[in-house]
């Protein structure tokens, strides 16, 4: 089963600021996905990459994934209270239907 | 209709009640998931229905028992839990095996369930 490394797990930061999250693997990834959880809510999916060097934008959110795609990142630009929340990279098994997630990072976002 | 909905929201059970949770979709979907979620965790995969056959069963503890009635409803039976088993149990659905690849899972909110 393949691991997926997400750092950091914990991020607190003031309204305004940029922020990036990893997730990591020692296999390549046949495809890596993100999702945000809120409070009291199961997760959401946010994009899908596929192809390695891929670049994806969603608002103030910037989602790359490593050209040997071995790695991914989202980068959140001018953070906003509203992104808090427990943010999750994911690798889908197209065999069984299993997601299997990173530890997930959590971030807050001051006002 | 493009959601999964959990019923109830939250529960409080006695570790000697038999309760059940409930899940519904009506996106088509013919693969369904339950997993567990404790918190600042991940999502742990329990069990995975294709067609409304169980697929997989992570090596769950028999007190968890899932039953697939038909292709939209999805149901998790409850009994003799332990104080341990509280934690957030979500709902997912794809539209099969393959397609999570490209489409991962819609979930639900979650069934917030406390074991006292």
């Known amino acids: 089963t393949q691991l997926l490394e997400q750092s950091p797990q914990f991020l607190s930061i003031q309204e305004g600021e940029n922020l990036t999250v990893y997730c990591n693997s020692s296999s390549v990834f046949s495809s890596l996905q993100w999702y945000r959880q809120e409070p009291g809510e199961g997760p959401v999916l946010l994009v899908t990459?596929?192809?390695?060097?891929e670049v994806k934008k969603l608002k103030r959110l910037t989602f790359q994934f490593g050209d040997a795609r071995k790695d991914s990142s989202l980068h959140i630009t001018a953070a906003q209270p509203g992104d808090t929340g427990l943010y999750l990279c994911?690798?889908?098994?197209?065999?069984?239907?299993?997601?299997?997630f990173g530890q997930g990072t959590t971030l807050q976002v001051k006002p | 209709d493009t959601e999964v909905t959990q019923t109830p929201k939250h529960l409080v059970m006695g570790m000697t009640n038999k309760k059940s949770l409930k899940c519904e979709q009506h996106?088509?979907?013919?693969?369904m998931y339950w997993y567990k979620q404790k918190a600042k965790k991940p999502p742990e995969l329990m069990f995975v229905?294709?067609?409304?056959?169980?697929?997989i069963n992570e090596s769950v503890p028999s007190r968890f028992s899932p039953e697939c009635p038909n292709s939209s409803l999805l149901n998790l039976h409850l009994h003799a839990l332990q104080p341990e088993d509280s934690a957030l149990y979500l709902c997912a659905s794809s539209q099969e095996y393959g397609t999570v690849v490209n489409y991962g899972y819609t979930f639900g909110s979650g069934t917030r369930l406390t074991v006292v």
């Open positions: 990459v596929v192809t390695g060097g």
């Open positions: 994911a690798e889908g098994s197209s065999n069984t239907g299993k997601l299997i």
């Open positions: 996106m088509g979907h013919r693969a």
């Open positions: 229905y294709s067609y409304e056959k169980l697929s």
